[in-house]
């Protein structure tokens, strides 16, 4: 569903494990979120990959794109992102040419070029075997001439996947993708809900840069940003804490799962770490209804954005689900009004 005034709002999810939980618990609750963000209009619901982080369930990631599509029926459904140069292009045109014949007209193919986990993580996932950042843009048109229509002679073949043109996204939170994407005419979205730093000069050479493909005429721009509404400040606020915890243990390098709110986070990060948690987490909307929505605008007046991607690490799954109902009601309103 696409607002009035043209704002399209989505989710992106890590299948987030909470503190004393299983992965198993959860898909289940990614499956009720995606479930519950379908009536409320989000436009495409995304799982991205990682790996060997305890907090993370979204590591096969094509796997978990189609438990979502299985369980819904109207809203887009893909990744946000595959790493590509953790696999071989044709494995991935095949992975998404599967879910494609299985969900006609409802998979997005999201790519990015980090390898979703640390350098020994990396080696574990093969990645020294041909693959890597610096032929990301060669790997992006390999998969690109596996799923449109097959070249006359072509020896391989995705099968499924050739010719089924599954939309393709590249991610970035530098402008090296902000670059690849402009040159092939491919919509771009920016990591700003965890490194907001380079998002404008991103954001400048995607627009200024752009040139019309087949898939794409006009640059369209996705913008990440952390939600968290509630019905009081004081709750969104409470609820933020599970994120702020969860960068402050990346920080100190200790990896855990989603630990619950705490009523002071003053009480366990120094200075030096806080002013380090506020810069990642500075593209968040974290409020009651007023508050959020203005903080919403003021994102929305800062990028120009066409999408704003949304993701949530909140421990509560009642409190998840609100939070994303009331960013629903926000940006219907701003839809509609123009904003």
């Known amino acids: 569903m696409k607002p009035h005034a043209g704002?399209?709002?989505?989710?992106?999810?890590?299948?987030?494990?909470?503190?004393?939980?299983?992965?198993?618990?959860?898909?289940?609750?990614?499956?009720?979120?995606?479930?519950?963000?379908?009536?409320?209009?989000?436009?495409?619901?995304?799982?991205?990959?990682?790996?060997?982080?305890?907090?993370?369930?979204?590591?096969?990631?094509?796997?978990?794109?189609?438990?979502?599509?299985?369980?819904?029926?109207?809203?887009?459904?893909?990744?946000?992102?595959?790493?590509?140069?953790n696999h071989a292009p044709l494995v991935i045109a095949e992975q998404f040419g599967t879910l494609e014949s299985l969900y006609p007209g409802r998979i997005d193919l999201g790519l990015g070029r980090a390898p979703g986990g640390d350098q020994t993580t990396a080696r574990a996932l093969r990645r020294g075997l041909g693959s890597s950042g610096d032929t990301f843009p060669a790997d992006v048109g390999e998969?690109?001439?596996?799923?449109?229509?097959?070249?006359?002679?072509?020896?391989?073949?995705?099968?499924?996947?050739?010719?089924?043109?599954?939309?393709?996204?590249?991610?970035?939170?530098?402008?090296?993708?902000?670059?690849?994407a402009a040159e092939l005419g491919l919509p771009f979205a920016f990591a700003s809900h965890f490194a907001p730093e380079m998002l404008h000069q991103a954001l400048e050479i995607y627009r200024s840069h752009f040139r019309p493909s087949l898939q794409l005429e006009k640059p369209h721009v996705m913008v990440g940003v952390n939600v968290f509404a509630a019905?009081?400040?004081?709750?969104a606020e409470r609820q933020f804490t599970s994120l702020q915890q969860v960068f402050l243990n990346l920080i100190r390098g200790w990896p855990k799962q989603l630990p619950p709110p705490v009523d002071d986070i003053h009480k366990i990060w120094s200075p030096v770490e806080a002013a380090h948690v506020d810069r990642m987490t500075r593209c968040s909307a974290v409020g009651g209804p007023e508050s959020f929505k203005g903080q919403i605008e003021s994102l929305l007046e800062e990028t120009q954005a066409d999408e704003l991607i949304a993701t949530a690490h909140i421990h509560d799954q009642a409190a998840r689900l609100r939070s994303f109902e009331i960013a629903a009601e926000v940006f219907r309103e701003i839809g509609a009004t123009g904003s």
């Open 143 to 180: 998969l690109q001439s596996y799923l449109s229509k097959a070249e006359p002679g072509q020896r391989v073949k995705a099968v499924p996947g050739q010719g089924l043109d599954v939309p393709i996204y590249l991610l970035g939170s530098s402008t090296f993708s902000a670059s690849l």
């Open 7 to 85: 704002l399209f709002y989505s989710v992106l999810d890590l299948s987030p494990i909470l503190e004393g939980e299983t992965a198993a618990q959860s898909f289940k609750h990614s499956l009720n979120l995606a479930q519950h963000v379908e009536k409320w209009g989000y436009h495409r619901y995304w799982v991205a990959e990682h790996h060997n982080i305890p907090g993370v369930a979204s590591a096969a990631t094509s796997v978990v794109i189609g438990h979502i599509a299985g369980g819904t029926s109207t809203i887009r459904v893909g990744s946000g992102g595959i790493m590509l140069p």
């Open 231 to 235: 019905d009081t400040d004081e709750e």
